[in-house]
C-alpha cells in the first residue's frame, strides 16, 4: 500500500502482498516500507512509526525502512518526522502489506539559512543510548558559521563535551579523546581528515547531507575502529520527483548541488560542488584553494532491493611560484621554480539494500577510503633560486578498503535483532620521496598493512519501561606483510640507540595479531513520560592512530598502525544520563555523567623526532588515561526565540608507561592532556522577528587549554637556554567568542522556483585575540614572551543562498 | 631536509602572522639543577659544570660552588673502579679534574656529583664508542649563494651511531647532532653543514665525536632550543612541539628522577683544512 497527500486529501493504494500472514499466528500482520519525503522522495532516517494508543512503534532505519508487527485490532498508526507533518492512517489488517509512506514538509517555505522557523525538538527521551546527538543539514544551517559558511564541524563544537585545541584546528576532541578517534563515516566510508585550509572549514558540503548523527556516549556494536565517537554523515539520495538545485555564493567560497530523477520514482542523482577563491586576494604567485565534490547515485531496483553509489573527492592545495631572470655564463635566463602542498581525501561507496522478507533488512557495502598528501618542488633549469626548494616529490598515503554486511531482522515492535561482520584492509605509505637533488635522498618508507575483521551482534529490547540496546563485537586484527620490522636489543628502552637490525615479512605474511571482544550495553528507564534515566558502557578497541605531537594537528602528520611495537587503544567508558522534558517539549534538559579510561594511547619521548622518521616507534612512548566529565544542555523548542545552552565539566589526563622509566614525561606522573578544558559553555540562540527577518547569536566560553611554559633559565657555553615546567603544567587564557548574524529570507515571486536568502553578519563580534599558543624568545639579552592567535579580530560576512 | 617541513608552514604562516603579538613575561620560577660533563680524549680531564637554573628575570647564572665529584668506570670484565674524585673548582660551577684521565674504548664510564645540601646525582654508565676518523672536507655552491660543505666519514656498520660535529668556519661556530638512520654503513657517509664562504677560502676546523644516544638526544634538544628561543619569530613556533627541557643521562639518586644535564664520554677526530 503507498500513501500520498494532496492539499486536503488522504490516497491509500493497495498493492500485492510480500508474504502470506503466519498461518501459526493469525492475528498478526506486518506493515513494512519506506518512509521519504513527499517532495524529493528523499527516504526519512529515524521517522517514527507507532501503533496509536499504545506505547510501541518502530522508527525507520538509515535507508528509510521500517517494520511494524501489529496485531488485528492495533488498526491505527501514526508516522512523524521532525520538521514534517505527523499522519494517522487506519489500516485494514487482513494481509502483511508493503506500505511506502511520503510525508509532507510541515513548513514548504524556503528553509536555508532560516534560523528560527523550523519546529526543532531535541528530546533525548526516545534514544535508548545515552550521549547522542541527531542533526540535518537545516540544523547545520541554523547554526554558528565561520564567514557565514554552515559548517559540520563548528557545529560539532557547539556540542556539549566536544571541544578542540583551538580556532582553525583541525578535528575535535570528544570526551577527552585525541582527534582521531572519532570514527568520522560519510555514506559509511571513513575519513582520515575532515578539514579544508588547515581546520578553518569541514569537507564537508552542507547543501548534499541528509542526516548526521554524533555518538559521543555509548556506540552501538555496529560501529567500531576508533576509540570516542562516530559522526555517522549520510548523504542525500536525490530526489526522485524533480530535477532541483540549491546553492550559496560566500565571500570564501560558492557552492552549487544539483539533484534530480534519472527516471521519475526509480533512480536519482546528486552531484554537489564547492570551490573557495579567496586566492585571488593574494599576490598571484601564491596559490591557495579548496574544492570538493560529492555524487550519488540511487536506484530503486524492484520492492525489494535498493542499489546506491556514492563518491567523495575533495582537496586543499597550497602553493607558490618563484620566477627571476639569473645571469648564468654572461647569459640571462628565466628561471621558474614552482612549489606545491596538497592533501586530498577520496571515498567510493556502493551499497545494495535487499529485503529477505518484510521483517529481514540487509545492507552490504564495498567501501574505498583514501588520504594522501604531497609536497613538491620543480624547478627548470639548473640554476637553484632565491628561497626555491630542490626538486622533489614527496608523497603519503593511507588507504582503506572495506566490506561489509549488515542484517535487521525486525522481531516485533520491541524487539529487533542486528548483525554482521565488517571487514578492512589497511595500507599506510608512511612517506615516500623522489628527488633529483644530491642533497635530498630518494626515501621510501616500508608500508604499513593490516586486516581487520569484525563480526558484531546488537540486541535491541524495549518493555513497559525498560529499554535495552546491547551488543557484543569481536575484533580480529593482524598487521601483515610484506614489511622489514626493526629489531631493537632486548632489555632496552625502544629507540635509535638500540637498534639491532631488523626481520623480513613476506606479502601477507602475519607479523603481529590483536584480539578483543568490545562489549556494548546501553539502557534508559522511564521514570515517567517526560523523564527517562539511561546508564551505559562500552569498550572500543582503535588499531590506527595519528602521530602528531603539535599543538594543532598538520596535514602532514602520519597515520600508524599498530604493530608489534604500538598496541592497539583500548578505551573503556562508563556513562550515565539523565532527561526530562516539560509539559509540550517547550523545553529539552539533559545531564550525562560519563567515566573513561584509555590504555595503550600513544605519548611521545620528551624531544621526539617524528618529521620523516623511519623507526617512529622509537620515538613513542605508551601511556594510559582517563576522562571523566558531566555535561547539562537545555533546549527551548517553541515561539519566536529558540535555541540552547549547555554546559561541560571535564577533565582529561594521561601518564606515560615506557618500559624504561627515564622515559616517562613528568617522571611518570599524571599530566593534563592537551584539550583538558574543564569549562565549557556554548549558547545558541535564534530569534524570528517576522516572516522575512530572523536573527542569530552564538556565545562560546572554554577554559584554556594547558601548555608547558619556560620556568627558569641557565648558561650552556655562554649561551642562554630555558628551563620548562612539567607538561602542560600551565594555561593558556580562558577563550570565548561571540557571532552574531541576521538572515533575511525574501518571499520572492510565490510562482518561480527560485528562492533566495541572504545571511550577513559578525563572526568574533567583539574581535577577542583568543590565544592559540605561546613560544618565548631570548633575544638581546632579554627574554620575550609572544601570543599567537589564530583570528586577529571581529569578522564580518555576507552570503546568498538560493534554492530552485 | 627540514626545509621540507618548513614549506607548507610557511604557507599556513601567510593566513596567521598577522596574529602574533607580545605579551609580559611570567615568573613562574622552579629552581632544577643542572650538571652537563664531559670526558673527552682529546683533553684528558673530566669536566663538569654544576648549576642552579635562575629566574627569567635574573641577569647572572648560579654555579653551585663545593659539589663532591666522582669518576667510575666498568671495565671489560665488569670491574667497577673509582678512577678519581679529585676535582678542583674553577669558579662559577666549573670543575676539572685534577690528574689526565685516559679514557678506554669499550668501556663504560659515569659521574657521581654530591652536593653540599646532600643531594646526589649520578649519571647512566656511558659506553665510549670507537673513534670515528673525518676522512675529508669537501664544498660546494647551493642555494642563496650558501655554501655546503660536507664532512666524510666512515660511519661504522654494526651498530647505531650518533655524532655531534663541531666546526669552525674561522671564528663562526655550527654545531650539527646526526644519526646514522640515512647513511648507517656507508663507508663515505657524509654531514652537512651549510655557511656562506664559496667564493673564499676559509679555515675550517672540524672536530667529530661519535656518541650515545642521550648526548645525541641532549644535543638534539639543545640545538632545538637554540633554534627557537633565540632570534625572530620563525614560522615553525606556531605548530612547535611541546617545548623540551635539556634532559640528557643524570638521575637524582633519592628520587630516582631525571634531572638536566648530561654526561658526555666521547673519543673527538680533528681535521682542520683551508677550503
Known sequence: ?804 | MKQLKIIPLILACMLFTQCVKEIPVEDNFEAEIVIVGQLLNDTNHCEVRVQESVSLFNTEFNGIESASISVYSENATGENLLITNAFTEQGNGSYSSNLPIDPVSGDYYWIEVLLEDGRVFMSEKTKLKPVVTINSITKRLGFDDSTLYNFIFSDPVDENNFYILRVLFGEDPITIAASDVVFNGNETASIEVENYYYNQTVLVKAKMQNVNYFTYQYYINLLSQSNTNNGDFSPELLFAPPSVNLLGNIVEKHTNRRVLGVFTVAYTSEKIVNL
Open chain 1, 1 to 804: 500500500m503507498s500513501i500520498t497527500f494532496t492539499s486536503n486529501a488522504l490516497i491509500l493504494k493497495k498493492n500485492r502482498s510480500i508474504d502470506s500472514p503466519n498461518k501459526q499466528q493469525e492475528n498478526r500482520f506486518v506493515i513494512s516500507g519506506t518512509i521519504s519525503d513527499k517532495a524529493t522522495g528523499e527516504t526519512l532516517i529515524g521517522a517514527a512509526v507507532i501503533v496509536k494508543t499504545k506505547n510501541k512503534g518502530v522508527v525507520s532505519n538509515e535507508y528509510g525502512f521500517y517494520s511494524l508487527e501489529l496485531l488485528e485490532s492495533e488498526n491505527t498508526i501514526e508516522i512523524s518526522y521532525l520538521g514534517y507533518k505527523t499522519i494517522e492512517l487506519s489500516l485494514d489488517l487482513t494481509v502483511d502489506q508493503s506500505i511506502n509512506i511520503e510525508l509532507e514538509p510541515e513548513n514548504n517555505n524556503l528553509d536555508e539559512v532560516v534560523i528560527s522557523i523550523q519546529k526543532q525538538n531535541k528530546s533525548q527521551l526516545k534514544s535508548v543510548i545515552a550521549g547522542t546527538t541527531t542533526l540535518n543539514s537545516k540544523d547545520i544551517k541554523a547554526s554558528p558559521a565561520f564567514f557565514g559558511e554552515p559548517d559540520i564541524t563548528r557545529v560539532m563544537l557547539a556540542q556539549a563535551g566536544v571541544s578542540s585545541n583551538g580556532e582553525g584546528t583541525s578535528g575535535f576532541n570528544v570526551r577527552g579523546g585525541n582527534i582521531d578517534q572519532n570514527l568520522i563515516l560519510l555514506d559509511e566510508a571513513p575519513l582520515y581528515n575532515s578539514s579544508h585550509v588547515w581546520g578553518f572549514f569541514s569537507i564537508f558540503n552542507v547543501d548534499a547531507i541528509k542526516d548526521i548523527k554524533l555518538y559521543k556516549g555509548d556506540i552501538p556494536a555496529r560501529f567500531g575502529g576508533r576509540a570516542s565517537s562516530v559522526l555517522d554523515i549520510r548523504l542525500k539520495e536525490g530526489s526522485s520527483k524533480k530535477f532541483k538545485g540549491e546553492g550559496g555564493i560566500g565571500v570564501l567560497f560558492s557552492r552549487l548541488t544539483l539533484e534530480g530523477p534519472i527516471k521519475k520514482d526509480t533512480s536519482s542523482f546528486l552531484i554537489s560542488a564547492r570551490r573557495s577563491y579567496f586566492d585571488i586576494f593574494l599576490d598571484k604567485n601564491i596559490k591557495v584553494y579548496f574544492q570538493d565534490l560529492s555524487a550519488k547515485f540511487s536506484w530503486q531496483i524492484n520492492q525489494k532491493n535498493k542499489l546506491f553509489a556514492s563518491g567523495y573527492f575533495g582537496a586543499d592545495v597550497m602553493g607558490f611560484t618563484f620566477k627571476q631572470d639569473v645571469a648564468e655564463d654572461g647569459e640571462v635566463k628565466f628561471i621558474k621554480s614552482e612549489t606545491k602542498f596538497k592533501w586530498t581525501n577520496s571515498t567510493a561507496s556502493i551499497r545494495w539494500n535487499h529485503l529477505f522478507s518484510n521483517k529481514t533488512f540487509m545492507n552490504i557495502s564495498a567501501i574505498y577510503s583514501r588520504y594522501d598528501y604531497l609536497l613538491s618542488s620543480e624547478n627548470t633549469g639548473d640554476v637553484f633560486l632565491e628561497n626555491a626548494a630542490t626538486s622533489f616529490e614527496w608523497t603519503s598515503v593511507a588507504e582503506n578498503w572495506i566490506l561489509k554486511a549488515d542484517l535487521t531482522k525486525f522481531i516485533n515492535p520491541k524487539t529487533k535483532i542486528r548483525f554482521g561482520i565488517n571487514n578492512t584492509v589497511y595500507k599506510f605509505s608512511p612517506t615516500k620521496i623522489k628527488s633529483n637533488a644530491t642533497d635530498l635522498p630518494n626515501i621510501n618508507f616500508d608500508s604499513d598493512r593490516a586486516l581487520e575483521i569484525a563480526p558484531y551482534f546488537e540486541f535491541i529490547k524495549s518493555w513497559e519501561k525498560l529499554s535495552l540496546n546491547t551488543g557484543l563485537r569481536y575484533s580480529l586484527y593482524a598487521n601483515i606483510g610484506a614489511h622489514n620490522l626493526t629489531q631493537y636489543a632486548s632489555g632496552g628502552p625502544v629507540s635509535p640507540a638500540t637498534i639491532i637490525g631488523s626481520t623480513s615479512y613476506k606479502k601477507n605474511e602475519i607479523i603481529k595479531r590483536y584480539d578483543g571482544f568490545e562489549p556494548r550495553l546501553s539502557f534508559k528507564y522511564d521514570l515517567s513520560d517526560r523523564k527517562v534515566l539511561k546508564f551505559g558502557m562500552h569498550r572500543m578497541y582503535q588499531f590506527t592512530q595519528l602521530i602528531s605531537n603539535t599543538a594543532a594537528s598538520l596535514p602532514f602528520d602520519i597515520w600508524k598502525l599498530s604493530d608489534p611495537y604500538i598496541k592497539p587503544l583500548k578505551v573503556n567508558q562508563f556513562s550515565i544520563g539523565y532527561a526530562y522534558d516539560t509539559e509540550n517539549r517547550a523545553y529539552n534538559f539533559s545531564a550525562d555523567g560519563y567515566y573513561k579510561t584509555f590504555k595503550d594511547i600513544i605519548e611521545y619521548k620528551n624531544g621526539a623526532e617524528l618529521f620523516l622518521q623511519e623507526n617512529i616507534e622509537s620515538q613513542l612512548i605508551p601511556a594510559k588515561g582517563f576522562a571523566y566529565g558531566i555535561e547539562l544542555a537545555i533546549h527551548k523548542n517553541n515561539g519566536p526565540l529558540k535555541g540552547s545552552l549547555n554546559y561541560t565539566f571535564s577533565r582529561a589526563k594521561r601518564k606515560t608507561e615506557a618500559k624504561y622509566v627515564f622515559d616517562n614525561i613528568n617522571n611518570g606522573d599524571y599530566f593534563p592532556s592537551n584539550f583538558d578544558r574543564p569549562h565549557m559553555v556554548n549558547l545558541t540562540t535564534n530569534y524570528k522577528l517576522n516572516k522575512k527577518w530572523g536573527v542569530g547569536l552564538f556565545f562560546t566560553y572554554q577554559t584554556g587549554r594547558p601548555l608547558t611554559r619556560p620556568t627558569g633559565k641557565l648558561d650552556v657555553n655562554g649561551e642562554t637556554f630555558f628551563t620548562f615546567s612539567d607538561r602542560n603544567a600551565y594555561r593558556v587564557p580562558d577563550t570565548h567568542r561571540m557571532d552574531f548574524s541576521v538572515n533575511y529570507n525574501a518571499t520572492g515571486n510565490p510562482d518561480t522556483a527560485w528562492k533566495g536568502s541572504w545571511s550577513f553578519g559578525l563572526y568574533n563580534v567583539y574581535g577577542r585575540k583568543n590565544t592559540f599558543s605561546e613560544f618565548t624568545i631570548y633575544e638581546d639579552n632579554k627574554v620575550r614572551n609572544f601570543q599567537f592567535s589564530v583570528l586577529g579580530g571581529a569578522y564580518p560576512f555576507i552570503t546568498y543562498n538560493f534554492k530552485f
